[in-house]
């Protein structure tokens, strides 16, 4: 899968804590020297005007179950709500939108702040929502996962659940039988789709998006990992990182 670069730097991962990783889906776009093949490297977002494009596709919005996952580490901008990882119009719970990864800087209506919220859409036009601490200036693993069939929406914080719900946003539409919402629109990452854009502020590594519903021990086993979709993984778009094997 290829990516769209637009308005980003990249550059070298000097904070300890994570695998290595490559930003394999950018390095092209980049011009990338196969001098840095062995240098992990991240996405710096700048809060201003940085931020990645995928386009859309099958894989990237699986209705019936999908994980999407990510290690971040978020700083405060110059909006309260910013958006991490993004398949959506941002407008009105009924419009074009999939998914979105926030993070949230200080407390508003929706709930505290030095926090991660994601959100799915669904196609029966209503949304459902799950939130855990996420401070900031710290790197955090995070993954959120929606299964149809079992009717539940969890989000894991480095590998371990942090949260989950069965019902919508609403609390008394039960999401078994749901679906994730499709919509054309590009996954982006560190901006929204139209004004304001809710630019992100800080750094990312390692997105992957699996159309399948990952349990914790999955997502635990793997996080530290650098992964090849090739090798017996087929149910994965990594939009950042992915050579090697776990």
């Not at 929706?110 to 939130?131: E, H, K, T």
């Not at 009717?151 to 949260?163: M, R």
Request: hydrophobic share 40%; with cysteine; charged share 15%.
């Amino acid at each position: 899968m290829n990516a769209h670069q637009s308005h980003k730097r990249i550059q070298p991962r000097s904070i300890p804590r994570l695998p290595q990783f490559l930003l394999v889906a950018l390095m092209a776009a980049a011009s990338i020297s196969p001098a840095l093949a062995d240098t992990n490297l991240v996405l710096s977002l700048d809060g201003n005007s940085g931020y990645v494009t995928v386009p859309s596709a099958a894989d990237l919005q699986n209705p019936s179950e999908i994980t999407i996952e990510a290690w971040v580490y978020p700083q405060r901008g110059n909006q309260n709500n910013t958006l991490f990882i993004n398949k959506s119009d941002n407008a009105i719970a009924t419009s074009s939108r999939s998914y979105e990864m926030q993070w949230v800087a200080d407390a508003d209506s929706a709930g505290p702040g030095n926090s991660v919220r994601f959100i799915v859409f669904l196609s029966s036009g209503s949304w459902a929502v799950v939130s855990a601490p996420a401070p900031e200036n710290t790197w955090l693993h995070i993954a959120g996962c929606f299964s149809s069939s079992q009717g539940v929406l969890q989000l894991f914080t480095n590998g371990v659940i942090a949260t989950s719900t069965t019902t919508d946003a609403g609390g008394s539409t039960p999401l078994t039988g749901t679906l994730l919402r499709q919509t054309t629109l590009p996954v982006r990452l560190g901006r929204g789709d139209v004004a304001p854009y809710y630019y992100a502020r800080g750094l990312m590594d390692e997105v992957r998006i699996w159309s399948a519903a990952r349990t914790q021990a999955e997502i635990a086993g793997s996080m530290s990992c650098r992964l090849m979709p090739s090798g017996g993984r087929s149910r994965v778009a990594c939009i950042l990182g992915c050579l090697g094997t776990c």
